[in-house]
């Protein structure tokens, strides 16, 4: 993504964090088919905000024909780990802006422990959070391809996917990239 595009997208997605409304019921029973009731419970958790960002991600995905429904597992619970530290509105803003003007700094701030209350958490929960829901989600009985779509969310692809589960990383990938 250019980063006019990128820029335009962080409004936007802040906009969606300040106009974030409860799912509808026709949200709701759509997820309920995909997620079992411990994984459904762990959705809930997180903040409206989350849920509807976890939501477009599964619908960009069914959108464009994908229906493993692994995957669209995936796509509800990927950001379930931002729970663990309950993210704030200015966590997304705060690590653009650090990553963006100081790279190095940010990934020592990263690399400082849980910090759920100091002022660099917002950069733990980006590096941390695929881990955290990860764990979160194995113990609510997701698959383990579930499981580890979600731990490697963030993961740099290279080259070409072949296995399986890189492919729908992949596609993960792509989806929430737009959201
Ligand atoms: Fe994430
Ligand atoms: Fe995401």
């Known amino acids: 993504m250019e980063t006019s595009n990128r820029a335009?997208?962080?409004?936007?997605?802040?906009?969606?964090?300040?106009?974030?409304?409860?799912?509808?019921?026709?949200?709701?029973?759509?997820?309920?088919?995909?997620?079992?009731?411990?994984?459904?419970?762990?959705?809930?958790?997180?903040?409206?905000?989350e849920q509807q960002h976890a939501v477009r991600v599964m619908r960009t995905l069914k959108e464009a024909g994908h229906d493993d429904v692994e995957l669209l597992a995936?796509?509800?619970?990927?950001?379930?780990?931002?729970?663990?530290?309950?993210?704030?509105?200015?966590?997304?803003?705060?690590?653009?802006?650090?990553?963006?003007?100081?790279?190095?700094?940010?990934?020592?701030?990263?690399?400082?422990?849980?910090?759920?209350?100091?002022?660099?958490?917002?950069?733990?929960?980006k590096k941390c959070h695929p881990d955290w829901g990860a764990a979160a989600a194995a113990s609510c009985g997701s698959s383990p391809l579930t499981v580890s779509l979600i731990r490697r969310h963030q993961e740099r692809l290279k080259g070409n996917q072949q296995s399986k589960e890189e492919r729908l990383l992949a596609l993960l990938q792509w989806a929430d990239d737009q959201n």
């Open 8 to 49: 335009v997208y962080r409004v936007w997605q802040f906009w969606q964090l300040v106009i974030a409304q409860p799912l509808e019921s026709e949200d709701e029973a759509e997820i309920a088919v995909i997620l079992n009731p411990d994984e459904l419970e762990l959705f809930f958790r997180q903040h409206i905000s």
């Open 74 to 125: 995936a796509a509800l619970l990927h950001d379930v780990g931002k729970i663990e530290a309950r993210s704030k509105w200015w966590d997304r803003p705060v690590v653009v802006l650090g990553q963006t003007l100081l790279p190095a700094q940010s990934a020592h701030w990263a690399s400082r422990g849980k910090g759920k209350d100091d002022w660099h958490r917002p950069f733990v929960i």
